[in-house]
């Protein structure tokens, strides 16, 4: 399986993007998908997950900014980021998650750089 980002680039603060993300070699939906994200000098966090059941979960950060919308039977997530700010600023990762009965196994993009800079 893997996962496939882009969309991302440099824009101006206030600006918007919205990266995406596509799985191939999958045979099964995932049970969340979503986005995370990872800073200079900064551990990775969470942005945004939406699950198969339609909830989503957002950071602080995030909420009423960024909208995530995925695709469950095409295995594609988006991030749609308005009002972006230099803080947004970090290479953007999406993580799926499939529980096959037993386990939960975690999947990784190769990451899509966004830059808020004016």
């Known amino acids: 399986v893997q996962l496939q980002a882009s969309g991302g680039g440099l824009v101006q603060p206030g600006g918007s993007l919205r990266p995406s993300c596509a799985a191939s070699?999958?045979?099964?939906?995932?049970?969340?998908m979503g986005w995370y994200r990872q800073a200079p000098g900064k551990q990775r966090e969470l942005v945004a997950i939406?699950?198969?059941?339609?909830?989503?979960n957002y950071a602080d950060s995030a909420k009423g900014r960024f909208t995530i919308s995925r695709d469950s039977a095409k295995n594609t997530v988006a991030l749609q980021m308005n009002s972006l700010k230099p803080e947004d600023t970090a290479v953007y990762y999406c993580?799926?998650?499939?529980?096959?009965?037993?386990?939960?196994?975690?999947?990784w993009g190769q990451g899509t750089l966004v830059t808020v800079s004016s």
């Open positions: 070699g999958s045979i099964f939906r995932f049970n969340e």
């Open positions: 939406g699950t198969t059941g339609g909830s989503t």
């Open positions: 993580k799926a998650v499939h529980f096959d009965g037993s386990f939960y196994r975690n999947y």
